[in-house]
């Protein structure tokens, strides 16, 4: 316990260096309020010429994507929708710029028709469109109603590739628990590849963790990686250790399956694993330093796992996937054993070198 408060406490301290607040919660809150509550003023203002602008900082601030709230400013003249503009956000800039092709799906619809609209994520960053599309429902419901206060419903991501993904993730959660077949194992780790990696993109990740202790978590659209977050520090406390890496991440997964094609491994002696095994940690207290002391935070933006997401992922990112996928033919989960710094939190929390 007192290792995973450790943890923790990295994280938080990690979030106030980046973005200034933990959980939601700015240190140093600049916002105008009345009351302790930001005005109406700032949520919904009317202009000179008519245009009525509806800001989403205050009524979406449960709408998160990757990196937390993605605020819009949405114009509204003569009852049509005129206009969506991204305001400041911690999203990653390259997932973001992507998504940002959504901003003008609204653009010329009523209130009405745009209420009714359906608009379809961006694929290679769903977090982001998600995070776009929940907020202009959400500003046009204000501007209509000035009473936004949406159904368990209109909460809930009912999309088909989140139910896919909290079906697979659910299974890799508890079936293991019970069942042990070498069959299943390859089914479920193929599932684990297709649907949670490429599919839906989800997986955990000291970014994910970061903007999580930053902003806080949506439940309600963030059931995957809390179903992850569960096996990954909850699982351990009860004796099941390094359960994540071994039954649910999704590039752990497909070094597995590429393992299993190829039955002859290098050799490796002790010592040489060994020494790898220390360069993982040195690398692991180095990027620990950038971190906490802000010198170089963006790393977390470099982690192999965004190697799924290839159609956003950086260029680097994904050779880093496709080198370490076709070494682990040779030597069994290179990457895992030493490289990860995700893993290498999870090794500090359960008490493991």
Same mark, same amino acid.
Request: glycine residues 8%; positive net charge; hydrophobic residues 50%.
């Given at each position: 316990?007192?290792?995973?408060?450790?943890?923790?406490?990295?994280?938080?301290?990690?979030?106030?260096?980046?973005?200034?607040?933990?959980?939601?919660?700015?240190?140093?809150?600049? !916002?105008?309020?009345?009351?302790?509550?930001?005005? *109406? /003023?700032?949520? =919904?203002?009317?202009?000179?010429? &008519?245009?009525?602008? #509806?800001?989403?900082?205050?009524?979406?601030?449960?709408?998160?994507?990757?990196?937390?709230?993605?605020?819009?400013?949405?114009?509204?003249?003569?009852?049509?929708?005129?206009?969506?503009?991204?305001?400041?956000?911690?999203?990653?800039?390259?997932?973001?710029?992507?998504?940002?092709?959504?901003?003008?799906?609204?653009?010329?619809?009523?209130?009405?028709?745009?209420?009714?609209?359906?608009?379809?994520?961006?694929?290679?960053?769903?977090?982001?469109?998600?995070?776009?599309?929940?907020?202009?429902?959400?500003?046009?419901?204000?501007?209509?109603?000035?009473?936004?206060?949406?159904?368990?419903?209109?909460?809930?991501?009912?999309?088909?590739?989140?139910? !896919?993904?909290?079906?697979?993730?659910?299974?890799? *959660? /508890?079936?293991? =628990?019970?069942?042990?077949?070498? &069959?299943?194992?390859? #089914?479920?780790?193929?599932?684990?590849?297709?649907?949670?990696?490429?599919?839906?993109?989800?997986?955990?990740?000291?970014?994910?963790?970061?903007?999580?202790?930053?902003?806080?978590?949506?439940?309600?659209?963030?059931?995957?990686?809390?179903?992850?977050?569960?096996?990954?520090?909850?699982?351990?406390?009860?004796?099941?250790?390094?359960?994540?890496?071994?039954?649910?991440?999704?590039?752990?997964?497909?070094?597995?399956?590429?393992?299993?094609?190829?039955?002859?491994?290098?050799?490796?002696?002790?010592?040489?694993?060994?020494?790898?095994?220390?360069?993982?940690?040195?690398?692991?207290?180095?990027?620990?330093?950038?971190?906490?002391?802000?010198?170089? !935070?963006?790393?977390?933006?470099?982690?192999?796992?965004?190697?799924?997401?290839?159609?956003?992922?950086?260029?680097?990112?994904?050779?880093?996937?496709?080198?370490?996928?076709?070494?682990?033919?040779?030597?069994?989960?290179?990457?895992?054993?030493?490289?990860?710094?995700?893993?290498?939190?999870?090794?500090?929390?359960?008490?493991?070198?």
């Amino acid at each position: 316990m007192i290792l995973l408060l450790t943890c923790l406490t990295v994280m938080a301290v990690a979030a106030i260096q980046r973005d200034g607040r933990v959980w939601g919660h700015a240190l140093a809150d600049t !916002a105008q309020t009345t009351g302790g509550r930001q005005s *109406a /003023v700032q949520t =919904l203002r009317t202009l000179d010429d &008519g245009t009525i602008v #509806v800001n989403t900082t205050a009524i979406g601030k449960d709408i998160a994507g990757y990196g937390g709230p993605v605020p819009l400013e949405i114009r509204l003249k003569d009852g049509r929708v005129a206009g969506v503009k991204a305001l400041a956000n911690t999203e990653t800039p390259d997932f973001f710029d992507k998504a940002k092709s959504l901003l003008t799906r609204w653009d010329g619809k009523t209130i009405e028709e745009a209420e009714a609209q359906k608009v379809d994520a961006v694929s290679g960053a769903t977090f982001s469109s998600r995070a776009i599309i929940g907020n202009v429902r959400r500003g046009l419901q204000f501007a209509s109603s000035h009473d936004v206060q949406p159904s368990l419903l209109d909460k809930l991501d009912l999309s088909a590739k989140s139910i !896919a993904g909290l079906v697979v993730v659910l299974m890799a *959660a /508890v079936i293991p =628990l019970f069942f042990k077949n070498k &069959g299943y194992r390859t #089914v479920q780790l193929s599932l684990n590849v297709v649907v949670l990696g490429f599919w839906c993109g989800t997986f955990l990740s000291w970014s994910l963790f970061v903007n999580y202790m930053s902003s806080g978590i949506n439940l309600w659209t963030s059931l995957i990686p809390v179903v992850m977050l569960v096996t990954a520090f909850v699982y351990p406390l009860f004796g099941k250790k390094n359960y994540y890496c071994t039954n649910i991440c999704p590039f752990g997964s497909i070094q597995d399956l590429v393992g299993k094609a190829n039955r002859r491994k290098w050799k490796m002696g002790q010592a040489t694993a060994k020494r790898l095994e220390q360069l993982r940690q040195l690398l692991f207290a180095v990027l620990m330093v950038l971190m906490l002391t802000g010198t170089a !935070a963006q790393w977390m933006d470099y982690e192999v796992f965004t190697a799924f997401i290839f159609r956003s992922a950086a260029a680097v990112v994904v050779a880093m996937g496709v080198v370490f996928a076709v070494l682990a033919a040779f030597v069994p989960r290179p990457y895992c054993r030493f490289v990860c710094p995700t893993g290498t939190l999870f090794k500090m929390a359960e008490n493991r070198n």
